[in-house]
């Protein structure tokens, strides 16, 4: 994974309406540290949730923002990759398989079954962001956490998506899908 050179990070924001915003960063390095690009979709109509059944919900959405920008060889979700430490697929490891791509999977809380997932202090953080990975190993992924730009908790390519996602920014840099 150290020569990746386009990655991503993605977030998805749904409305009232039964609508979602998907937002997606692109980035050049694995630090994160120059955004290439910013893309946002919107989609009309999303399945309504489904315990134990994100991925149904949030993969279409990620699918639209991801038609939106260049080819990506690496890909950080808001949510976790894996579910437990068997490997039960989250919604990153449905990411990884239907994108063809690796995924990590950052998520703010924990989750119940997921005691398997990295925690991982950033900045002058006091609590945990939990690190799950689906087609590297969560090593790397932690490691590329660690090094992703910001000095918060909430890496600023994840901060960013999320605020492009719930309509709190624009994207500033949008070129064509490469």
Same mark, same amino acid.
């Given at each position: 994974m150290e020569h990746a050179t386009t990655v991503g990070a993605v977030d998805v924001h749904y409305d009232d309406q039964g609508g979602a915003r998907a937002a997606l960063v692109v980035c050049r390095k694995l630090t994160y540290s120059a955004v290439e690009s910013e893309h946002v979709a919107s989609i009309a109509q999303v399945e309504p949730y489904e315990p134990?059944?994100?991925f149904k919900r949030e993969l279409p959405c990620i699918r639209a923002v991801l038609a939106l920008g260049p080819r990506l060889e690496l890909l950080v979700i808001d949510g976790y990759?894996?579910?437990?430490?068997?490997? %039960?697929?989250?919604?990153g490891a449905h990411a990884a398989e239907a994108l063809g791509i690796p995924v990590i999977g950052v998520a703010k809380t924990p989750f119940r079954t997921a005691t398997h997932a990295a925690?991982?202090? %950033?900045?002058?953080?006091t609590r945990p962001l939990y690190v799950t990975a689906a087609g590297l190993d969560v090593a790397e992924a932690v490691r590329i956490v660690r090094a992703m730009t910001g000095p918060n908790r909430i890496p600023d390519a994840l901060a960013r998506a999320d605020r492009l996602a719930r309509g709190r920014a624009q994207p500033s840099i949008v070129r064509g899908a490469v």
């Open positions: 134990g059944a994100l990759a894996t579910l437990d430490p068997h490997g %039960r697929p989250g919604l925690e991982v202090i %950033r900045g002058i953080a």
